[in-house]
């Protein structure tokens, strides 16, 4: 009997499943960075806005690569709803304390995602998820990076328009 | 059953899973597969297939049993861009679902030996 399931499509059914979530937790993310753009430039914060600007069309452009290759392997990408994105935050702090804790739990999915790859032996898919992996490493070393601006500046005084003026210049270089 | 003997005989298709309510055939030559269940004989291609089994699953069966003030105990089951619709009661929409779910493992199944016997040979 002919393996039809194969022929039409490279990935299982689970892992078409797991990857839609993960386009959904990237739209979810952009959602999310998108809606601290709002909040920043709302209270006089134009450094960080632009920052979460720019955030929030990575993470866009994260959905549609997976979205991309969901389609090329011959599964079905769905197009997420996002809903219940949180409008105001309490301070300044909080919105990157929530940018942080968004960061480590979508590197906490895509290592899920990495795990079913390893028990499926989908070296396929493992191969596309590595730069994901990577880039993981840099958003998680920005937003701890600039968490800590908080502490290096200090809130007091001209402290957060300082750590305003900053948030842009964090840079990930690593090359290893 | 006369009707699918010819059939299996014609198009040369092979059977992947059968309860006693129904059976799944899959052509080799049509890339296709054909479901025989209540009193219809219905051809799949691998996206109806999907939209089928995606449909079923989604059924919620336990809420179909525990609701009590349903007039009729029916449900339509229609799959958008294939030919078909179903209208089943809950306990068809329970075999229906018995009878994907084994042919889904069966093919599961067949996709591990092409794996394992087949593509790693070659
Ligand atoms: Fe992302
Ligand atoms: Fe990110």
């Not at chain 1, 960080?48 to 392997?73: G, I, N, P, T, W």
């Not at chain 1, 909080?94 to 590197?107: H, M």
């Not at chain 2, 179909?64 to 179903?86: K, W």
């Amino acid at each position: 009997m002919k393996d039809i399931m194969r022929i039409k499509c490279l990935i299982s059914t689970e892992m078409e499943s797991i990857l839609n979530q993960q386009i959904r937790k990237e739209a979810q993310s952009s959602s999310i960075y998108l809606a601290m753009a709002s909040w920043c430039d709302r209270n006089g914060f134009d450094g960080s806005s632009v920052y979460f600007f720019k955030q929030a069309d990575e993470e866009r452009q994260h959905q549609l690569k997976f979205f991309k290759y969901v389609l090329d392997m011959g599964a079905t990408a769905i197009s997420p709803d996002v809903s219940g994105i949180k409008i105001e935050y309490n301070s300044f702090r909080e919105v990157f304390e929530d940018a942080l804790d968004q960061e480590i739990s979508v590197t906490q999915s895509i290592k899920n995602i990495a795990s079913l790859c390893h028990k499926e032996q989908d070296y396929v898919t493992m191969e596309f998820l590595n730069w994901f992996l990577k880039e993981q490493r840099e958003e998680e070393y920005k937003a701890r990076r600039a968490l800590e601006l908080f502490e290096v500046i200090g809130e007091e005084g001209a402290g957060r328009w300082q750590i305003d003026k900053h948030v842009g210049d964090i840079k990930y270089d690593s090359e290893a | 059953m006369q009707a699918i003997q010819t059939i299996t005989h014609t198009l040369n298709i092979t059977e992947v899973f059968k309860t006693a309510s129904g059976t799944i055939f899959q052509s080799d030559s049509e890339n296709c597969w054909y479901i025989d269940f209540a009193g219809k004989l219905n051809r799949f291609d691998y996206r109806c297939l999907q939209k089928l089994r995606k449909a079923v699953y989604h059924i919620d069966i336990e809420g179909l049993l525990m609701n009590t003030n349903r007039s009729a105990d029916m449900e339509i089951v229609f799959i958008c861009a294939c030919d078909h619709t179903y209208i089943l009661t809950t306990l068809e929409i329970i075999a229906l679902k018995e009878l994907l779910q084994g042919t889904f493992t069966m093919l599961e199944l067949n996709h591990i030996i092409h794996d394992r016997l087949y593509r790693g040979a070659l």
